[in-house]
């Protein structure tokens, strides 16, 4: 079964192509491509969304062209199209899902609209060492930090999440008041590279609460703080903040993670999102976890952030587990706000 998959859900366009196999075996990536909008936005420091609907409609028609050319297979050939219905941006969203059903019915097959988060859940599958169930998984994407036991595909229990700003924002957040470039998350990761993270003490929100819940607001308010209190001396001290602030995001992150891991018994940990791809988050999860005798897995560096693969193998995932089918339904909604613990409710 071939599998189409468009991600519109932000500001990056993805098209891939997926091969599900009878008998269990795992769905295969074939092809893909992917725009990014990063810098079209980053003379705004953030994400404009009437700017990132209308590059969408550029961009998704030519991803999939390219993404047919790569795997030399037509599109009469495709069984099912799947795209993101949520939670993302409304427009964003929309351009996907517009896309994906008018493509399906004019070829006359089932059309699959798919949880973004419950994409970058399941996208550590197609690594060269994929996890198996049940497992803790640590969703760190955008505007989302949430712990999730998961059971099987499409079984989630929501164990914690943040209740202020997310992981990925307090990244971007911190690296805007420092004057660092967008996307903010990887510019504060460079620059802490060459920074001490113990040189100032930056709170770490909610961390020896007994719940598994986030917060992250609080640090950002101690970063600007803190600069604003180095005044001049800020940049020749900007490295040491960038460091410590990244020192904070991680510390919590690693210990709420290992904290689910003991409260479930559970042995298996999955991190997925965009914030995934930080190098100190990896190596500190990798010490913690072995010291716990757990293992954790992560997707592909390249399927860390938005990406038309993980929708994909999402679709691929719940068709192969009977959890939902594919129907020749071509009247679509999408849902900006969709709690991944309510996806089997919708």
Known sequence: MWILGIESSCDETGVALVRSHAG???????????????????????????????????????????????????????????????????????????????????????????????????????????????????????????????????????????????????????????????????????????????AFALPRPLLHQPNLDFSFAGLKTAVLTQSRKLGDELPARKADLAASTQAAIVDVLVKKSVKALKLTGLKTLVVAGGVGANRMLREQLQKDCQALGAKVHYPEPELCTDNGAMIAMAAAMRINAGVERAQKSYAFNVLPRWPLAQIATV
């Open 24 to 198: 269990g075996n795992l769905p295969q990536l074939v092809a893909q491509a992917l725009h990014t909008q990063a810098a079209m936005h980053e003379a705004y420091g953030g994400v404009v969304p009437e700017l990132a609907s209308r590059d969408h409609i550029r961009r998704v028609l030519p991803l999939i062209q390219e993404v047919m050319q790569q795997a030399a297979l037509p599109l009469a050939d495709l069984d099912v199209v799947a795209y993101t219905r949520g939670p993302g941006l409304a427009g964003a969203l929309l351009v996907g899902a517009g896309t994906a059903c008018a493509l399906a019915a004019s070829l006359g097959i089932p059309l699959l609209g798919v949880h973004h988060l419950e994409g970058h859940l399941l996208s550590p599958f197609m690594g060269a060492d994929p996890p198996t169930f049940p497992f803790v998984a640590l969703l760190v994407s955008g505007g989302h930090t949430q712990l999730m036991r998961v059971k099987a595909v499409g079984s989630y229990e929501l164990l914690g999440e943040t209740i202020d700003d997310a992981a990925g924002e307090a990244f971007d957040k911190s690296a805007k008041l420092l004057g660092l470039g967008y996307p903010g998350g990887p510019a504060l990761s460079a620059l802490a590279a060459h920074g001490n993270p113990q």
